[in-house]
């Protein structure tokens, strides 16, 4: 008879030697006995010293010997979330050891075993187990770097050693998370040492591809819980370029803590010399986070035409950091450093990276308050303009304190609003013709008043006045040499924006539940600027001093076509905007020098393409068109046709195209017709077409292409196709970078990616174009 409810319990009292207690047991353990019988098909409800009860039930005879029950028969062992299973076992009641042959299984919690024999004990945990296939049921954090699966962990192995409950040392062991019965991939050790929630170590292991052997590793670490980030050296890289020659490399990733991590590399380039790399993150609050990135080469260059070698090595770094502080502060650093132009072009791994020819570093420290705004800032950008001789433009604003308000209105009932904006600070530029003091010294402060008025809801006027005075240290005199005097440039200002009545049409198509609404809207602002009478004296350092004096009218007319289906809300469907001005002072108070290329504040907040060599009286026209249908297709095109040339100047067009969930599409191309010499001519397409994403299960394809239709010439390509399983993929990719003569080069990568561990080869995340 099966017993199916427990006996009372009986207390044993705590004044009681171990050697009465344990005889306790031992007479508790011989009446539960007595009480089951020992017929067939019994349970025992053995108590355990250290609390709990030790269920045991087979099919078979049951019997007992001292402290020693045995059981035979589908064995079932069952003590809290343990579970032991096997066709013999032997469980000693005074030492809680436990030992099993025949199809034996052992189960706690997200851990499997199933071996031919085994000890263990189950009070302490710890058991050894021969011939064993196990699995461990990992849960993993989803990671968009990183192939991730949610097989477990399963492994074979000569012998297992249980130390605890969530501790193992595997000998002869192999290792995999895909399908034991079919792995694609296995790690086989002589030795592992396995922390469940924290990680795998293998000891003088290999690497196995399809069962066979390929790669040697004396020591390795993988994760083995949720947490994908562990220490150690990284899988190595090594490969093949036209350029560099073979290289090969590795790397050392240090993450101390779960907020915090580090990575080391370098590589062996054997046309050039070596590369280095570190990078850090840490996110030390939710608020705060720090990124730095270095790369360097150590290059001994490229014979030229008469076999001199010309080194292009060098480096570049990033620091990145943002915090948010107390009281409502805000800080924000992005500082960039490039050693040379060439170096970004010999060395750069992607195309839109290399023809970057702009460096950028900015600081910033920004409270706002009641409707001020404090602002301490430094700035420093550097423009590459030519290859050979490098010549390139530095501009730097700092330091930079500036303090300003919006609109305040002192007069509830008077729709007259006032605010002012003022900076101090220290700026500094240098070219191959001029180069000013480090630090030369520019103030400026400027309130303005502000009245917005209504003519019944279908005319609005807001009319602003401003007055703007500004002091610059150093200045250029008559002939555009540099003197340390100061200038002090007086301006007012005026603007007035008119808004005519907006039309609009509600309407719906036939056998449609959609409804339309078409709006026009025309606007017109006229702005005035008076006091600029020594522009050409004033150094330029930045936007503000490109002001010039100016009269002038901006007109346009903006289109919208909106859609709205049932209760949801409207969207845009469509905007055209058409847009021109006209100046009134053509010569923009005699700013406009004849015959060059003229920049300044009233010219370049239409287009940043530069069309003024001369007097102008109106702008060229910009035509924007917008199309956005339901968020899967995105489509622009800008067009700017000069009246006064009676041409297209500039034509640019962007079209975004993702009509189901894997596939995508983007097409780019940028014609530039100006004089050349206002603007270099250029004609460009660039295009990207891909089917997947990184770490999608399956076929995944992707490819890449620049080029310059004006010298009919391929700039750069890259195909790249990846095929990910359920517990590994590969990665192919060839591409081609033609950089005029710094540079053509061809690469070939192919990376093998393991699920929840990393990528082997020298395919990098970063350079991937899904």
């Given at each position: 008879?099966?017993?199916?409810?427990?006996?009372?319990?009986?207390?044993?009292?705590a004044?009681?030697?171990?050697?009465?207690?344990?005889?306790?047991?031992?007479?508790?353990?011989?009446?539960?006995?007595a009480?089951?019988g020992?017929?067939?098909g019994q349970?025992?409800?053995?108590?355990?010293?250290?609390?709990g009860?030790?269920?045991?039930?087979?099919s078979?005879?049951?019997?007992?010997?001292?402290?020693?029950?045995?059981?035979?028969?589908?064995?079932?062992i069952?003590?809290?979330d343990?579970?032991l299973?096997?066709?013999h076992?032997?469980y000693?009641?005074?030492?809680?050891?436990?030992?099993?042959r025949?199809?034996?299984?052992f189960?706690?919690?997200?851990q499997?075993?199933e071996?031919?024999?085994?000890?263990?004990?189950?009070?302490?945990?710890?058991?050894?187990?021969?011939?064993?296939?196990?699995a461990?049921?990992?849960?993993?954090?989803p990671?968009?770097?990183?192939?991730v699966?949610?097989?477990?962990?399963?492994?074979e192995?000569e012998e297992?050693?249980?130390?605890?409950?969530?501790e193992?040392?595997i000998?002869?062991?192999?290792?995999?998370?895909?399908?034991?019965?079919?792995?694609?991939?296995?790690?086989?050790?002589?030795?592992?040492?396995?922390r469940?929630?924290?990680?795998?170590?293998?000891?003088?292991?290999n690497?196995?591809?399809?069962?066979?052997?390929?790669?040697?590793?004396?020591y390795?670490?993988?994760?083995?819980?949720?947490?994908?980030?562990?220490?150690?050296f990284?899988?190595?890289?090594?490969?093949?370029?036209?350029?560099?020659?073979?290289?090969?490399g590795?790397?050392?990733?240090?993450?101390?803590?779960s907020?915090?991590?580090?990575?080391?590399?370098?590589?062996?380039?054997?046309?050039r010399?070596s590369?280095?790399r570190?990078?850090?993150?840490?996110?030390?609050s939710?608020?705060?986070?720090?990124?730095?990135?270095?790369?360097g080469v150590?290059?001994?260059?490229?014979?030229?035409?008469?076999?001199?070698?010309q080194p292009?090595?060098?480096?570049?770094?990033q620091?990145e950091?943002?915090?948010?502080?107390?009281?409502?502060w805000?800080?924000?650093?992005?500082?960039?450093?490039?050693s040379?132009?060439?170096?970004?072009?010999?060395?750069?791994?992607?195309?839109?990276?290399?023809?970057?020819?702009?460096?950028?570093s900015?600081?910033?420290?920004?409270?706002?308050?009641?409707?001020?705004?404090?602002?301490?800032?430094a700035?420093?950008?550097?423009?590459?303009?030519?290859l050979?001789?490098?010549?390139?433009?530095?501009?730097?604003?700092?330091?930079?304190?500036?303090?300003s308000?919006?609109?305040?209105?002192?007069?509830?009932q008077?729709?007259?609003?006032?605010?002012?904006?003022?900076?101090?600070?220290?700026?500094?530029?240098?070219?191959?013709?001029?180069?000013?003091?480090?630090?030369?010294?520019?103030?400026?402060f400027?309130?303005?008043?502000?009245?917005?008025l209504?003519f019944?809801p279908?005319?609005?006027v807001?009319?602003?006045?401003?007055?703007?005075?500004?002091?610059?240290?150093?200045?250029?005199?008559?002939?555009?040499?540099?003197?340390?005097?100061?200038?002090l440039?007086?301006t007012?200002?005026?603007?007035?924006d008119?808004?005519?009545?907006?039309?609009e049409?509600?309407?719906?198509?036939?056998?449609s539940?959609?409804?339309?609404?078409?709006?026009?809207?025309p606007?017109?602002?006229?702005?005035?600027?008076?006091?600029?009478h020594?522009f050409?004296?004033?150094?330029?350092?930045?936007?503000?001093?490109?002001l010039?004096?100016?009269?002038?009218?901006?007109?346009s007319?903006?289109?919208?076509?909106?859609?709205?289906?049932?209760?949801?809300?409207?969207?845009?469907?469509?905007?055209?905007?058409?847009?021109?001005?006209?100046?009134?002072?053509?010569t923009?108070?005699?700013?406009?020098?004849?015959?060059?290329?003229?920049?300044?504040?009233?010219?370049?907040?239409i287009?940043?393409f530069?069309?003024a060599?001369?007097?102008?009286?109106?702008?060229?026209?910009?035509?924007?068109?917008?199309?956005?249908?339901?968020?899967?297709?995105?489509?622009?095109?800008?067009?700017?046709?000069?009246?006064?040339?009676?041409?297209?100047?500039?034509?640019?067009?962007?079209?975004?195209v993702?009509?189901y969930?894997?596939?995508?599409?983007?097409?780019?191309?940028?014609?530039?017709e100006a004089?050349p010499?206002?603007?270099?001519?250029?004609?460009?397409?660039?295009?990207?077409?891909?089917?997947?994403?990184l770490?999608?299960?399956?076929?995944?394809?992707?490819a890449?292409?620049?080029y310059?239709?004006?010298?009919?010439?391929?700039q750069?390509?890259t195909?790249?196709?990846?095929?990910?399983g359920?517990?590994?993929?590969i990665?192919?990719e060839?591409?081609?970078?033609?950089l005029?003569?710094?540079?053509?080069?061809?690469?070939?990568?192919?990376?093998?990616?393991?699920?929840n561990?990393?990528?082997?080869?020298?395919?990098?995340?970063?350079?991937?174009?899904?």
């Amino acid at each position: 008879m099966v017993h199916e409810k427990p006996f009372p319990k009986v207390k044993i009292p705590a004044s009681f030697r171990p050697t009465a207690r344990r005889a306790c047991c031992a007479l508790l353990c011989a009446f539960y006995v007595a009480a089951a019988g020992a017929a067939a098909g019994q349970r025992l409800r053995l108590p355990s010293s250290k609390g709990g009860i030790v269920e045991i039930s087979s099919s078979g005879p049951q019997r007992r010997q001292g402290d020693v029950f045995s059981a035979d028969g589908d064995v079932d062992i069952r003590y809290g979330d343990l579970r032991l299973r096997a066709d013999h076992v032997e469980y000693n009641a005074k030492t809680a050891d436990t030992f099993a042959r025949g199809h034996l299984q052992f189960d706690y919690l997200n851990q499997h075993l199933e071996a031919d024999e085994g000890q263990y004990n189950v009070h302490s945990g710890r058991g050894t187990f021969r011939k064993v296939r196990g699995a461990v049921k990992l849960e993993r954090h989803p990671n968009p770097a990183l192939l991730v699966t949610d097989n477990p962990l399963s492994f074979e192995a000569e012998e297992v050693e249980r130390l605890g409950d969530d501790e193992y040392i595997i000998r002869r062991a192999r290792l995999t998370v895909c399908d034991p019965s079919r792995p694609k991939w296995q790690f086989y050790a002589p030795r592992a040492h396995i922390r469940i929630g924290k990680k795998a170590a293998l000891v003088n292991a290999n690497f196995r591809l399809f069962r066979v052997p390929l790669i040697w590793i004396p020591y390795a670490t993988a994760p083995a819980g949720r947490n994908v980030r562990q220490s150690g050296f990284l899988i190595p890289d090594a490969g093949n370029s036209t350029r560099k020659g073979f290289f090969f490399g590795d790397a050392y990733y240090w993450a101390p803590t779960s907020w915090m991590d580090a990575t080391l590399g370098a590589q062996f380039l054997s046309r050039r010399g070596s590369s280095q790399r570190v990078e850090f993150r840490a996110r030390p609050s939710e608020s705060s986070s720090i990124f730095y990135n270095y790369f360097g080469v150590r290059d001994r260059g490229l014979p030229d035409a008469s076999g001199v070698l010309q080194p292009q090595g060098g480096h570049q770094q990033q620091f990145e950091a943002f915090a948010l502080l107390p009281n409502g502060w805000r800080a924000v650093a992005d500082v960039n450093q490039l050693s040379s132009l060439t170096f970004r072009l010999a060395f750069a791994e992607t195309f839109g990276e290399a023809v970057n020819s702009e460096v950028r570093s900015a600081l910033f420290l920004t409270n706002n308050f009641h409707g001020f705004s404090l602002n301490f800032a430094a700035v420093h950008d550097k423009s590459f303009l030519t290859l050979q001789p490098e010549t390139s433009v530095v501009l730097r604003n700092a330091p930079e304190a500036r303090f300003s308000s919006v609109e305040q209105a002192p007069w509830k009932q008077l729709p007259v609003y006032f605010a002012f904006s003022a900076f101090a600070g220290a700026v500094h530029r240098s070219d191959q013709n001029l180069n000013t003091a480090a630090a030369v010294q520019r103030s400026e402060f400027a309130p303005r008043v502000t009245i917005p008025l209504h003519f019944g809801p279908w005319l609005g006027v807001t009319t602003t006045a401003a007055f703007r005075t500004a002091r610059y240290g150093a200045s250029l005199d008559d002939s555009g040499a540099l003197i340390e005097k100061s200038i002090l440039r007086n301006t007012g200002e005026f603007t007035l924006d008119l808004r005519p009545p907006v039309l609009e049409k509600i309407f719906s198509m036939p056998r449609s539940t959609a409804r339309w609404k078409h709006s026009i809207e025309p606007e017109i602002t006229y702005r005035y600027v008076t006091g600029v009478h020594n522009f050409d004296r004033l150094i330029r350092f930045d936007q503000d001093s490109t002001l010039t004096d100016t009269s002038e009218v901006e007109y346009s007319i903006t289109q919208r076509l909106f859609r709205k289906d049932g209760d949801g809300p409207a969207e845009e469907f469509l905007s055209w905007r058409v847009l021109q001005k006209h100046y009134f002072d053509p010569t923009f108070g005699g700013a406009i020098v004849p015959g060059r290329r003229n920049v300044f504040e009233a010219l370049n907040s239409i287009t940043p393409f530069a069309f003024a060599d001369g007097p102008r009286t109106v702008s060229p026209v910009i035509s924007d068109v917008k199309i956005s249908p339901a968020g899967r297709y995105d489509a622009e095109q800008i067009l700017e046709y000069d009246t006064q040339q009676g041409r297209l100047t500039a034509i640019g067009t962007l079209a975004k195209v993702k009509p189901y969930g894997n596939f995508f599409a983007t097409v780019a191309h940028f014609r530039v017709e100006a004089d050349p010499a206002l603007q270099s001519f250029s004609n460009q397409v660039r295009a990207l077409a891909g089917y997947g994403e990184l770490n999608r299960k399956g076929l995944n394809l992707a490819a890449g292409v620049s080029y310059d239709i004006t010298r009919s010439f391929l700039q750069n390509y890259t195909i790249q196709g990846s095929y990910n399983g359920s517990c590994c993929g590969i990665t192919v990719e060839y591409r081609r970078l033609a950089l005029g003569t710094v540079r053509t080069e061809n690469q070939l990568r192919v990376a093998f990616v393991i699920a929840n561990i990393g990528t082997f080869g020298n395919v990098r995340r970063q350079e991937k174009i899904f």
